[in-house]
C-alpha cells in the first residue's frame, strides 16, 4: 500500500542550526502538508504546498521556514534558524485533490539543544 | 476561525466493550468535513473515518461509527467490540469544504487517549 515517507525519524539539531527534513509523499498525489505536534500540545497545521507553491500556510509558518519540492519525489522543509521552541514531531501529508483526506507520515521528531 | 474541542483527556475501555469519544467544534461554515484520526504509540496519525457534513447518514467503517449532529455541532466516534490495538490517541479534526486553494488545512482537537484494558 503506498504511504509517505519520511526521513529521518529523529533529528537532533543545534539552537541556531538549520535543518532540513524530508518527505516522501504519495506518488500520484497532487497536495502536499507540513504539520507539528508540540509534545502534549495538539497537531498544528504549517503549510500546504500544490502546483510548486505555496497555498496556504499559517501564523506559525514565518520567514524562518520555508518549502520546497526540489524534484519530482521529495517534499521539504526547512528550519533557517533553529530555536528551542521548534521541538516538535513534524508530520508530512499528502492528498490526492484537495477535497480527498490526507495521508500522513511516521513524522520526524526534531530535537532542538 | 473553526476550533475543535475534545473535552476527554483521557478514556478507557474494556477489551470487547464499547466506547465513545466526544468532539465538539465551532464553526460559521454549512460545509465542511469532520475526521477522526488514531494516533497509536508509533505517532504515526492514521485516519480512521470521515465524515461529510452535508450527509445526513453517519459514517461506518467496520467497528468505528460517528454520532454526527450538525445542528448541536458534535462529532462523536464510537468504537464497539474494543480491541487491545485501538489503544491510542484519538484526534477529531475539522476541515473547511474546498473553495479554490482555501481550506486545506485540518483544524485537530487536543485528542484523547484511550487505553484498552484487557
Known amino acids: 500500500e503506498p504511504e509517505v515517507t519520511q526521513t529521518p525519524s529523529h533529528q537532533v539539531t543545534q539552537m541556531g542550526q538549520e535543518v532540513i527534513l524530508r518527505c516522501v509523499p504519495i506518488?500520484?498525489?497532487?497536495?502536499f502538508y507540513w504539520y507539528r505536534q508540540i509534545l502534549g500540545q495538539k497537531v498544528e497545521f504549517l503549510v500546504s504546498?500544490?502546483?510548486?507553491?505555496?497555498?496556504?500556510k499559517s501564523e506559525i509558518f514565518d520567514d524562518q521556514f520555508s518549502v520546497e519540492r526540489p524534484d519530482g519525489s521529495n517534499f521539504t522543509l526547512k528550519i533557517r534558524s533553529t530555536k528551542l521552541e521548534d521541538s516538535a514531531m513534524y508530520f508530512c501529508?499528502?492528498?490526492?485533490?484537495?477535497?480527498?483526506?490526507?495521508?500522513f507520515g511516521q513524522g520526524t521528531r526534531l530535537t532542538v539543544v | 476561525a473553526q476550533t475543535v474541542t475534545q473535552s476527554q483527556p483521557e478514556m478507557s475501555v474494556q477489551e470487547a466493550e464499547t466506547v465513545t469519544l466526544s468532539c465538539t467544534y465551532d464553526?460559521?461554515?454549512?460545509?465542511?468535513?469532520l475526521f477522526w484520526y488514531k494516533q497509536p504509540p508509533s505517532r504515526q496519525m492514521i485516519l480512521v473515518i470521515r465524515?461529510?457534513?452535508?450527509?445526513?447518514q453517519n459514517a461506518t467503517e467496520n467497528r468505528f461509527s460517528v454520532n454526527f449532529q450538525k445542528a448541536a455541532k458534535s462529532f462523536s466516534l464510537k468504537i464497539s467490540d474494543s480491541q487491545l490495538g485501538d489503544a491510542a490517541m484519538y484526534f477529531c479534526?475539522?476541515?473547511?469544504?474546498?473553495?479554490?486553494?482555501?481550506?486545506?488545512?485540518?483544524?485537530f482537537g487536543e485528542g484523547t487517549q484511550l487505553t484498552v484494558n484487557p
Open positions: 501529508a499528502s492528498s490526492l485533490r484537495l477535497n480527498t483526506e490526507a495521508f
Open positions: 506518488s500520484n498525489h497532487l497536495y
Open positions: 504546498f500544490y502546483n510548486n507553491e505555496i497555498s496556504e
Open positions: 464553526t460559521s461554515e454549512s460545509d465542511y468535513y
Open positions: 465524515q461529510e457534513a452535508y450527509k445526513q
Open positions: 479534526a475539522y476541515r473547511s469544504e474546498v473553495l479554490e486553494t482555501s481550506g486545506s488545512r485540518l483544524t
